[in-house]
């Protein structure tokens, strides 16, 4: 450990001379200017700089210009057992462009920051590649792909067979017409499996162009101002979201990657089951100050519990994804009335559209594969007041790797 200290004093000295020449984020507006509003996620610490006009070269009708940061490199995380691991991962860029790189040293976050964007947002996002101060030895690129997002151009879709990629010390800047509403996943595309499986994937929501307006769903008499999807009748309206992402870490893999060892690709098995990148019990840390902070990492690099709290008569939205690069996971709350009224950022409707066309439909679990989203609708009318479990019904992913203890893919769903 005394020599990861040395590692990133050493780094920091080298960055701290004319290396900073490489980060240029782009944005189209003076993020600083008093027109400008900045919204800053609690809980991850990134931040979305907007301004609103009434169009613009590329899209026509009033819409946000949206500008954010982010940096990719390498950092620590803890397991659900209370080991310590390696990882790759994203972070918000932090302080000026001349501290970016300091502050991203070893400061990867798992999963990578939730980002919220709404439909007929322009979006520059910069990526700064900050390199990997445990692995010297790697000089690996980076790249962002929008998981699951149709009309993204061949450079900005983050594929490195047709797309650009960030080299150490480097920043990119992509560029996204967000035309679609709905869950997606956004994450490394470079060496993916690899990357991936170390921690470089988050998750990406799209809010409808239908929000803030009023909708009755006759199913439940119930007006909503807030929904999933631009339904035209409510159907998918809801009163408080919560973004779940499943995953699973080889532990193996991990210490080998830390080890400088060989990678057992063909042998990758999630042992450490996560939600929001942490197993159970941490799942249930609300309080920050609860979760150990890994070491050598400035900050916390596991932000996001997985508590959902609603009050009796609400309805929940669950927006559910798979980032996980081997594993299926089933979840299922016992008690919860689950409606499944979205897959693959799209409503489940047929090719129509139309209400009258709707696959939507009640379960009792929800099955994912790697890289897939489902939107789940709970609503919690008649349900009694209490503490309810969200878990795996995959019973070998209900621990934190070889322990028999209770741990891994739960979490709790507490009614008010």
């Avoid at 009708?61 to 991962?89: E, I, K, S």
């Avoid at 009755?216 to 101002?225: E, H, I, M, P």
């Avoid at 007041?385 to 621990?399: D, E, K, P, V």
Wanted: charged share 15%; glycine share 10%; proline share 4%.
């Amino acid at each position: 450990m005394k020599l990861n200290k040395l590692l990133i004093a050493a780094a920091s000295a080298l960055t701290a001379q004319a290396a900073f020449a490489g980060v240029y984020p782009q944005c189209p507006f003076d993020i600083t200017a008093a027109s400008v509003t900045h919204e800053t996620d609690a809980a991850t610490g990134l931040t979305l700089h907007s301004r609103q006009v009434a169009s613009s070269a590329n899209a026509a009708g009033p819409h946000r210009q949206v500008c954010l940061h982010v940096v990719g490199g390498d950092g620590w995380m803890v397991l659900g057992n209370g080991a310590q691991t390696y990882g790759f991962g994203f972070a918000p860029a932090e302080g000026s462009d001349e501290q970016v790189m300091i502050n991203g040293t070893s400061n990867a976050k798992f999963p990578a920051p939730s980002i919220t964007l709404r439909q007929d947002d322009e979006v520059w996002l910069s990526l700064t590649n900050v390199g990997m101060i445990h692995r010297p030895d790697l000089f690996d690129q980076h790249s962002v792909h929008w998981h699951g997002f149709p009309q993204a151009s061949a450079i900005f879709d983050g594929v490195p067979q047709a797309s650009a990629t960030v080299q150490m010390g480097s920043t990119f800047t992509y560029y996204y017409k967000v035309n679609d509403p709905g869950t997606y996943l956004w994450h490394c595309h470079v060496e993916a499996t690899e990357h991936m499986e170390m921690g470089m994937i988050g998750m990406l929501n799209v809010l409808p162009r239908q929000d803030n307006t009023a909708y009755t769903d006759a199913s439940v008499g119930k007006a909503f101002t807030k929904f999933a999807y631009n339904d035209g009748d409510g159907s998918t309206g809801y009163d408080k979201a919560f973004s779940l992402q499943l995953g699973a870490v080889d532990s193996n893999f991990h210490e080998l990657h830390e080890l400088v060892q060989p990678l057992p690709f063909l042998e990758l098995k999630g042992d450490f089951a996560q939600i929001n990148g942490r197993g159970y019990p941490m799942t249930t840390f609300e309080n920050q100050a609860d979760m150990s902070k890994a070491d050598n990492s400035p900050s916390l690099s596991q932000q996001l519990h997985s508590v959902v709290r609603a009050s009796v008569g609400e309805r929940v939205l669950l927006r559910v994804t798979n980032g996980s690069v081997d594993s299926y996971f089933t979840l299922t709350g016992l008690g919860l009335p689950m409606k499944v009224v979205g897959r693959g950022a799209q409503i489940a409707r047929g090719p129509s559209g139309a209400a009258a066309d709707s696959w939507a439909h009640e379960t009792a679990s929800i099955t994912l594969g790697g890289g897939d989203g489902i939107d789940v609708l709970i609503d919690t009318q008649g349900l009694a007041a209490g503490t309810y479990y969200l878990y795996t019904t995959n019973l070998n992913l209900l621990s934190n790797g070889a322990s028999e203890d209770r741990g891994g893919l739960m979490t709790t769903f507490v009614l008010q």
